[in-house]
């Protein structure tokens, strides 16, 4: 119940850094807080598929391809949970690059910026659980109404066209809960409460900014990996001078949806 009633402030997170020499201590972290920062690492994509099997060990299930972010002064990135659907086609075979469900993500400075980039994390669980004495109305959207994920996004090509529904928090068959954030959602199309849902998608975006202003900010050094928990955690970054570079690998474990 004290969980429940936190405010919104109490969703900030900042994650314990760790080395290569804490695996016992990297899984109790992630099992606490839904995020760490593993210190030390080199600078490269084997080092982030290393970091993902030294964090979920025998419960790494599928690992997609690694991805590229370069920005040069960059404007803020706003908290969001990583998920996306991408299909292409590899020689005749459909072919997943990214998956809806993608319950951890692995994110790498490789190119620290020559000022700002401090990262912000938030715990999504803690935050919308205040939302069911808060904002009632709110809470029961995001537990109740169906929208769709990436209809906001439908020209994208590589996106399939079937509407991806579903709820903002929902849970897993064995328990665990998602709590999702995504830029992409919209009413599903003919929604007859159409109107009722933009409303609480603004609503719902405004909250969210808000609780991005009150988050505590932690600077990553080049090489270390914040591993997040993606089902509950969310993460953003402030904006920055000079470039900036990020790998990012996500992937299922064995408890994903």
């Avoid at 009633?5 to 839904?34: K, T, Y």
Wanted: some cysteine.
């Amino acid at each position: 119940m004290q969980e429940m009633l936190a405010a919104p402030a109490d969703a900030g997170l900042v994650p314990e850094r760790l080395d290569m020499g804490c695996a016992d201590a990297v899984s109790s972290c992630l099992a606490r807080d839904g995020a760490v920062v593993l210190t030390g690492q080199a600078p490269s994509a084997r080092t982030l598929t290393v970091a993902a099997a030294f964090a979920l060990g025998e419960q790494l299930r599928q690992l997609f391809p690694q991805r590229q972010r370069s920005s040069s002064e960059g404007s803020p990135v706003h908290l969001h949970a990583d998920s996306f659907d991408v299909v292409v086609d590899v020689a005749g075979v459909p072919t997943r690059r990214r998956h809806p469900d993608e319950d951890f993500a692995l994110v790498q400075l490789t190119r620290p910026p020559l000022s700002g980039g401090e990262s912000f994390v938030a715990d999504a669980y803690r935050f919308v659980d205040t939302l069911r004495t808060a904002d009632p109305e709110l809470w029961e959207f995001l537990t109740v109404t169906d929208v769709d994920f990436y209809g906001a996004w439908a020209g994208l090509r590589g996106l399939p066209s079937t509407p991806r529904a579903g709820r903002h928090v929902e849970y897993t068959r064995g328990g665990r809960r998602i709590v999702r954030r995504s830029d992409g959602a919209v009413p599903l199309h003919r929604d007859p409460d159409e109107e009722h849902i933009k409303v609480m998608l603004t609503r719902f975006e405004e909250k969210v900014r808000a609780l991005e202003s009150t988050l505590p900010r932690f600077s990553l050094e080049e090489g270390d990996i914040l591993i997040l928990d993606n089902y509950r955690c969310w993460h953003g970054r402030d904006a920055h001078a000079g470039d900036r570079t990020t790998r990012i690998l996500t992937l299922l474990s064995a408890e994903a949806r």
